[in-house]
């Protein structure tokens, strides 16, 4: 059964600094890989899809990078601002015969930029 | 806006009694799919459709109907409320599933707490 899981839990950074959120998946068979942003009492907002045949995608200040094989992602955010504070969710798609479209989510990733 | 409403927005319900959450997209989306999440926790998959007159149940669907008639409107039906129905309902839709190159589109979710 495909588990993800998001590590840390939460996260707080002084304003301007490049940080790192983890992503790991237990089966490496994926169609691919989504980077999701969840403000307080919202939606979700797609940030970066990555194929399974793709190791990056990249918009503005956000990098996104899947090692399948490890069943590893990252969502690189440079030079951080207070407006990025949010929860982060990634979700893969699981490969299969059929396309459903269906997401495993992790727990997410709270991230709190301080001025 | 184009995109997915969703409504009510919040809701209490007392046990058992029942309700409906709607959900329109005006996207022309085949693939709509309904998550709940619970406080500190990833989306889970309570039920889809790849189009209309076709649904199928996710990873959590007990105690929970859908019907799929037109492409825009995928609705959730609660018969029997209980308290570990409380929790906030998402409502999603994709144009292609994950053969597509797009992502998902989410609504704004529906708060509800069964009492």
């Known amino acids: 059964k495909q588990e993800v899981t998001q590590i840390p839990a939460a996260l707080s950074v002084p304003e301007g600094e490049n940080l790192v959120l983890n992503c790991s998946f237990t089966?490496?068979?994926?169609?691919?890989l989504q980077w999701f942003r969840q403000d307080p009492g919202k939606g979700l907002t797609s940030l970066l899809l990555?194929?399974?045949?793709?190791r990056e995608q990249t918009s503005g200040r956000l990098n996104a990078s899947l090692d399948k094989s490890s069943g590893r992602s990252t969502l690189y955010i440079a030079a951080s601002q207070p407006g990025d504070s949010a929860t982060y969710l990634c979700?893969?798609?699981?490969?299969?015969?059929?396309?459903?479209?269906?997401?495993?989510f992790g727990q997410g990733t709270t991230l709190q930029v301080k001025p | 806006n184009a995109g997915v409403t969703q409504t009510p927005k919040f809701r209490i319900l007392k046990i058992g009694q029942s309700m409906t959450l709607q959900c329109a997209q005006d996207?022309?989306?085949?693939?709509m799919y309904w998550y709940r999440q619970d406080p500190g926790m990833g989306l889970k998959l309570i039920y889809y459709?790849?189009?209309?007159?076709?649904?199928d149940k996710g990873e959590v669907p007990n105690g929970y109907n859908v019907s799929r008639s037109t492409t825009e409107d995928f609705p959730l039906r609660l018969e029997l409320a209980a308290p570990s129905q409380t929790s906030v309902y998402f409502c999603?839709?994709?144009?292609?599933?994950?053969?597509?190159?797009?992502?998902?589109?989410f609504g704004s979710g529906t708060r509800l707490t069964v009492v």
């Open positions: 996207m022309n989306h085949n693939y």
């Open positions: 089966d490496s068979a994926i169609y691919n």
């Open positions: 979700a893969v798609s699981p490969d299969g015969s059929s396309n459903t479209g269906k997401l495993i």
């Open positions: 990555i194929q399974s045949s793709q």
């Open positions: 459709s790849v189009g209309a007159g076709i649904t």
């Open positions: 999603a839709s994709s144009p292609a599933g994950h053969r597509g190159p797009d992502g998902y589109t």
